[in-house]
């Protein structure tokens, strides 16, 4: 039993493989957040802050990750194949769950 399910039929048990998965669905490569702002790590050398091009800032580059997902994750979930994908394993981190998901 794989640790981290997607509704898409995709188990992995490595979280850093199954956030993968998520990117690769959903990211459309142009850094475009579905907010229609770009969204990208600017470099400060000298400095333990990772920001990104929208305001957003934080020290843990994971938590940098973590919203570089969350901005390109459409509110229905609908992945660039057109199917859906929705972290389906109650053990997923939540920040991984979409705040409003459609109705089924
Ligand atoms: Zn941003
Ligand atoms: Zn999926």
């Not at 995709?10 to 669905?25: G, K, M, Q, R, T």
């Not at 702002?37 to 000298?46: G, L």
């Not at 981190?93 to 409003?100: A, E």
Request: proline share 10%; aromatic share 8%.
């Amino acid at each position: 039993m794989s640790q981290f399910h997607c509704s898409c039929g995709f188990a992995i048990d490595d979280p850093e493989s199954f956030a993968d998965h998520l990117v690769w669905v959903f990211d459309r490569n142009d850094d475009i957040g579905t907010d229609g702002h770009p969204h990208a790590e600017i470099t400060h050398p000298n400095s333990s802050t990772h920001q990104c091009h929208c305001g957003y800032a934080t020290t843990d580059p994971v938590d940098l990750n973590d919203h570089l997902l969350l901005v390109v994750i459409p509110p229905d979930n609908m992945g660039l194949d057109g199917a859906r994908h929705v972290p389906i394993d109650p053990t997923t981190p939540s920040r991984w769950y979409v705040s409003r998901p459609a109705d089924n």
